[in-house]
């Protein structure tokens, strides 16, 4: 959890004493765009460890936004097992003496051929590497890796996520200040 400290309040009434209706505007400002700044680190470190797409982590972490007459700010990360189709998948192509299999590579330094595997467009647009059940040709099983919570879920990740917001918002409240100040409010 980020607080205001003391001194950053302090701050705040001092430059503000001119226009204190501007202090709880400016703290929603920069508490947004710290909770910005924590997702963006928060994706960072589950794709330093993990071959997953940017967009697809930061679908799954949802911010809710401050508002002057409420300053808190709530990040949350949700979401199912993610798609295969989402790390990194080299697609039906030929392996030595292996035939035909798609190549997943989840975590960084892991992975490799699933045999049986294909990546395959469904007819409503799904893309997926997939399996059959059994000899049969239908059914289809869908490939599923790690979900966003749980690659994001230890505490060094948390840790970085409050380190980051925490300096996002010293140097925003700063910045909000000089703006209101300017009078580009």
Do not use: C, W
């Amino acid at each position: 959890m980020i607080e205001l400290s003391i001194p950053q309040l302090e701050r705040l009434q001092e430059r503000l004493k001119d226009v204190p209706k501007k202090i709880p505007v400016v703290t929603a400002r920069a508490i947004n765009r710290a909770a910005e700044a924590a997702r963006t680190e928060g994706s960072r470190f589950v794709r330093e460890t993990y071959h997953v797409k940017h967009t697809a982590v930061l679908r799954k972490i949802k911010i809710k936004k401050a508002y002057p007459a409420d300053l808190v700010a709530d990040i949350r990360v949700t979401g199912r097992p993610l798609s295969v189709i989402n790390f990194r998948v080299r697609k039906n192509k030929p392996l030595p003496t292996r035939g035909k299999y798609a190549v997943v590579r989840v975590k960084k330094g892991g992975g490799g051929p699933i045999k049986g595997s294909f990546v395959l467009t469904t007819t409503q647009g799904y893309t997926n590497v997939f399996m059959r059940k059994g000899k049969e040709r239908f059914p289809l099983r869908s490939i599923h890796g790690p979900s966003v919570p749980s690659m994001m879920g230890n505490e060094e990740g948390l840790k970085r996520m409050e380190d980051k917001a925490r300096e996002v918002l010293d140097k925003r409240l700063d910045h909000e200040i000089e703006r209101v100040l300017g009078g580009k409010s």
